[in-house]
């Protein structure tokens, strides 16, 4: 079993792969890791596609879109359990310490996440939480008929190890297998007490303040911050629309849908158009809330405005993290719904 593991965790068999969908080195010395050579153009653009399917510019498109557009019901299932399965991969990464796969020989396509450790692979458990929770959350709602897994794009980008990927995939099966049973619990939340927001937004940024001190600056902090304050974002959300009665509440039961009806062009105009003015109004709100947090925290700490370093230190970059993305959940789940409602959107 030892000799599998090591196997698994070799950073050839990530360069073998690499190779067979072509993608190779660049012959030239000296010109660091960053320079490569494609052979392979198809490979090369859907393993790229693939692995910005777990990024935030994914993250902040597509959970929207199936609030606004598909289903709440889905969307608040996947929201909270997205948000477990990352927090417990990024704490997992810092505590374990697993080096990414080593250059050379694996060539590595992006710069920004490579000061972050590699075991899990939080792109697997995201792809895996995702996917399965729609899965099983659609069973007796919709028809599904089958799962296409992704292919691994991972190792395509040189980002990690076959045992990254697969020690991904195993721990977020075995947290969905543990929390399936109180998911129905997780529907109800938005009728819990007026001190549910107060622990929704305590609990996360205590657990953001004190993350998992590193070695050295890496952006999992930030992006742990970013998720957690999310997921509290959007809980609010809920509890403002249940509490406030704002919009009208996610439907838990409906009648199998046999045949999900053909996408025709009126319902694609509409969606597109709801898609449009929701993702303006979250990112308008990103921008102003972000600039107007990072102002009072530099005044706050007399902190020279626009400097790099002075974002990273913690007392700066959590809050400010914070405060962003819990806005853009709230704006995302109540603002933007009474928008759609105010302008004649169904």
């Not at 068999?13 to 969908?21: D, P, S, W, Y």
């Not at 049973?181 to 927001?197: G, K, M, N, V, Y």
């Not at 070695?215 to 957690?228: Q, W």
């Amino acid at each position: 079993m030892a000799e599998l593991l090591r196997s698994l965790q070799d950073s050839q068999l990530v360069a073998r792969f690499q190779r067979r969908c072509g993608l190779f080195p660049a012959p030239e010395e000296g010109l660091g890791e960053s320079c490569y050579v494609v052979k392979n153009y198809f490979y090369y653009y859907l393993f790229r596609f693939s692995a910005a399917l777990g990024q935030e510019v994914f993250y902040i498109t597509f959970l929207p879109f199936t609030h606004w557009n598909i289903d709440p019901y889905l969307s608040r299932r996947l929201m909270i359990i997205w948000v477990l399965v990352m927090y417990i991969g990024q704490v997992a990464k810092d505590i374990l310490k697993w080096p990414r796969p080593s250059s050379p020989p694996v060539v590595k396509l992006e710069k920004r996440v490579i000061a972050e450790y590699g075991m899990p692979s939080t792109h697997a458990m995201a792809a895996t939480a995702i996917s399965f929770t729609l899965l099983i959350s659609t069973m007796d709602r919709y028809q599904v008929r089958r799962l296409t897994p992704l292919p691994p794009p991972r190792l395509y980008t040189g980002m990690h190890t076959v045992l990254d990927v697969l020690g991904g995939v195993l721990i977020t099966a075995v947290l969905i297998s543990l929390t399936y049973p109180a998911w129905t619990l997780i529907d109800r939340l938005d009728s819990a007490s007026p001190l549910f927001p107060v622990c929704v937004l305590v609990v996360p940024f205590f657990l953001c303040y004190n993350y998992p001190v590193s070695d050295y600056y890496s952006p999992t902090r930030a992006d742990t911050t970013t998720i957690l304050a999310a997921g509290a974002g959007v809980t609010i959300g809920f509890w403002i629309n249940h509490f406030f009665q704002l919009v009208s509440e996610p439907t838990e039961s409906l009648p199998v849908v046999q045949n999900i009806p053909p996408l025709t062009r009126d319902m694609l105009v509409l969606g597109l158009t709801k898609f449009t003015v929701g993702i303006v109004l979250i990112l308008l709100v990103r921008q102003l809330v972000q600039n107007l947090s990072l102002q009072v925290l530099y005044s706050w700490f007399k902190v020279v405005a626009r400097n790099k370093e002075a974002r990273r230190r913690l007392e700066i970059e959590v809050p400010y993290k914070f405060v962003t993305y819990t806005s853009v959940g709230i704006c995302a789940t109540t603002f933007v719904p009474m928008l759609h409602r105010f302008l004649g959107l169904p």
